[in-house]
């Protein structure tokens, strides 16, 4: 958030609805917050102009993308120097098959998460691009046995 945001509990109600359907129209999310339309229409205007509301996107299936598989990386690297693990980190975002990345507080140096099409792309994407980086001291790869919950 670029400047700090009074929220007030419509403001809270707005941002409740617009997590689980941002494709409500205005006149829906108005008629559900309890508003008329044109404050409502301010409100989500003023949410998104301060940084709150950061963005919209689509919900899209992995299978049907092609990359039913996801697998949760642990990296722990040798680079100790800003320049090693910027070059580590450039690298790796740059990676189409990484669709989560971050960098941690003590272990492991480095969380990614991996989707790809199956097993075999896993091992081509691991042993060819990840495991060959010279900063990765270590790997430790975890494959989910059932989402419970997600937030897109």
Same mark, same amino acid.
């Given at each position: 958030m670029s400047?700090?945001?009074?929220?007030?509990?419509?403001?809270r109600e707005i941002l409740f609805h617009l997590r689980r359907d941002g494709r409500l129209t205005n006149v829906e999310l108005a008629k559900r917050v309890g508003l008329t339309?044109?404050?409502?229409?301010? %409100? =989500?205007?003023?949410?998104?102009?301060?940084?709150?509301?950061?963005g919209y996107r689509a919900v899209v299936?992995?299978?049907a993308m092609g990359r039913g598989l996801e697998v949760l990386v642990d990296v722990e690297i040798y680079a100790q120097d800003r320049k090693s693990f910027?070059?580590?980190?450039d690298t790796v975002a740059s990676y189409e098959e990484v669709?989560?990345?971050r960098r941690m507080y003590g272990r492991p140096d480095y969380?990614? %998460? =991996?989707a790809v099409a199956d097993h075999a792309a896993y091992e081509a994407?691991?042993?060819?691009?990840?495991?060959?980086?010279?900063?990765?001291r270590s790997l430790e790869s975890h494959l989910t046995m059932k989402e419970i919950k997600t937030n897109p």
């Open positions: 400047n700090e945001v009074s929220l007030d509990n419509v403001d339309p044109p404050p409502c229409l301010r %409100r =989500v205007k003023r949410l998104e102009e301060s940084g709150v509301i950061a299936d992995p299978e910027e070059e580590f980190e669709v989560e990345f969380f990614i %998460r =991996v994407f691991l042993t060819g691009k990840l495991s060959c980086l010279p900063a990765v």
